[in-house]
RNA sequence: GCGCCCGUAGCUCAGCUGGAUAGAGCAUCGGCCUUCUAAGCCGAAUGUCGCAGGUUCGAAUCCUGCCGGGCGCGCCA
């Protein structure tokens, strides 16, 4: 159960109820009624602002509408009390009781808490990484790929159904110059001398086996060819192989896209015409000439007329070229034909995730999706900033095998799947982050990682404890569902039953705000209020989750750790993350 | 020059789409520590939320204009 929505569910009966009691008029509209979390717990569990928002239209006082309302919320069990304070806010306090049950209803779903309702199956395509196939993946592709990785299971969680995109850009030269570096190693492959690698190509020893596989494929067939004649087989080759490698290099993130969609294949398929057909039909192509670009003016820059999309009716800054002077397509226009063939798939929503260098691309994308789809087409560019490698705060030098970038592969190694994941969470996507390899494997409090899967493994160990004091107990989860949980009336185990009900609302929040790392924030603060319960136990041995001498308090506490702990690997889940039973290396 | 993102405690950052007295970690200061499992624990102090206007019952949050930082700016993807 998400309890704002619960409520506010109540409060709009209830507002209901006095429009037919005359006590508010016809035309009441409730939309920005809020619930929320006072952000002083004194005030109670839960506050609206709903006599505030309701009052001016209604013709009332904000406080006296308070109290009537209050006064009716009183009449529900879960309500321990309903007060008006400050311009007009009503504080709800809600009974013991009312949050034991949260956590029977822990027990019950297991790791499923919190998966919800909110997107009613509706289809979100998430499409992230989608680097050029002309490499292995470096550290800045790892922040996008945990990004739109843990967006895309964060709203498969809240009931939307989500496909996991990887879009190939193998059409433009980019995959040429690929081509002719793998021809290079197929010549070297077959014993010839191919010197220093040429500026421009790709000087990767990962292109090595890709050359080898030609010879041992194809022989000396391509050796002396001309090179319209290899090209595109040996393209082909390079490209699969690439994708191969980055498969792999996801692989190891626990990464796997559902769809891996071509961009050849798209402008093969005459996508791009299409699109083209359509925009002129609808009169949003001319040829003309582009001002040139303030700032930087590049080398080679002429005036020269173009194919343009009238963009600048659609939000953006300035119309924009289709075509090249070659007269092949420019990326946007590809682009377009990409995201148009997505939404004819079913996708009404689509998010993207990119690196910030790509922000100034935005406006073009939405424009083209706004012109094509008539504004049904909705789409979410998530762009991820650089993430800064360092070791205890000096800038990291990692060994560099693979060219003059570190791998995403050689992160994974340093430090683990489950710490690059959780850490390129630690910081909104458009925050720069900073990554320190020495920090991350600290066990301290200011490592995020290691505090909340200690947390999880404490819970872990305290269960254990708890077998061990009383042997012939059952402390199996169907039997904790049956503790007398009234015997939580600590403060503090209150407020950690509290923080664990807040996990369907920041699950909702997080998928409707398209904010993944609100999950990594959410897991912190829950780890910490568990370890403030224990901390505590020192002082005050009665608050210890194993009482010796009572069985019966033991389980109603273990019913509480069990439920942090599947609260905690519910979170490290979405975030794929693995949780860990024990800490010791 | 234009566009996008950012500006919150000494530092690194949250702030739940407009709510009440703006929060956390680190650092600082003062106590405690022969422990159910190992991160030590408890407490204190710290702010013109970049600046100035505006919108409203109410603004760190929305609008406008400045200041400062990052990224980008026709045939690269």
Redesign the pocket.
Known sequence: MNVFSAFKANIEKEIKIMIANGDLPDDTNSSRV?V?????PS?GDL?T?AA??LA?PAGLKPRDLAETIAERLKAYDSVESSEV???G?I?LRLSDNFWCQRLIEILQAGTDYGSGELGQNRAVNVEYVSA?PTGPLHVGHARGAVVGDVLASLLAKAGFAVTREYYI?DA???VDVLARSAYLRYREALGEDIGEIPEGLYPGEYLKPVGESLVARDGDKWQNADEVDWLPEIREVAVDAMLDLIRDDLGVLGIAHDLFSS?RALVEAGAVDTVMKTLEADGLLYVGT?EP????L?D?????P?TLFKASEFGD?TDR?LM???GSW??FASDLAYHQDKYQRGFPVMIDVWG????????RVAAGIKALTGDEGELDVKLCQMVRLLENGEPAKMSKRSGNFVTLRDLVEAVGKDVVRFIMLT??N???L?FDLVKVRE????NPVF?VQ?AH??C???A??AQDAFPGADFTTKSLIEADLSQLTDSDELALIRALAAWP?TVE?AA??H?PH?LA?YLYDLAAAF??L??K??EEPGL???IADDQELTRARMALVRAVQTVIASGLGVMGVTPVD???E
């Open positions: 809020s929320e979390l006072p952000r002083d005030h506050s602002n505030m928002v001016k304070a400050g311009p806010f504080n050029n850009n433009g030269g980019q961009e582009l670009p303030k700032g930087k590049p080679d820059w002429e005036e020269r173009q800054d070229p090249k002077s070659d420019t990326y910030a260098d790509h922000g100034g691309y935005v406006k910081r909104k458009d925050a720069p900073d066990q301290s409090r200011d505090y200690y493994a404490r872990h160990s305290v254990n404890m609302r929040g409707e705000a904010e609100r924030f370890h403030a224990w901390s136990a020192r210890r989750f194993v024990e800490l010791r």
